[in-house]
């Protein structure tokens, strides 16, 4: 798993393989292994990025949230 990972994805992929554990268990193995990554995805901390660029349109960010399009 990627070190990133948070909650959900543990428990996703847990129960990808048919194992079952509580949501605290999971809460408190992760805040054992990771504390720092753990306050840092409470915190949403994002990583912004400065861009330099030559000319406009000569670059293209997309971020794929695609909540709204139905």
């Known amino acids: 798993m990627h070190p990133n990972c948070g909650e959900k994805s543990v428990t996703g992929r847990?129960?990808?393989?048919?194992?079952?554990?509580?949501?605290?268990?999971?809460?408190?193995?992760?805040e054992r292994v990771d504390p720092d990554g753990v306050v840092n995805r409470m915190r949403r901390v994002l990583h912004r990025r400065s861009y330099t660029e030559r000319s406009p349109n000569s670059l293209w960010h997309l971020d794929g949230y695609h909540k709204l399009i139905r």
Do not use: E
């Open 14 to 30: 847990l129960r990808s393989y048919g194992i079952r554990v509580q949501r605290q268990r999971i809460r408190d193995s992760l």
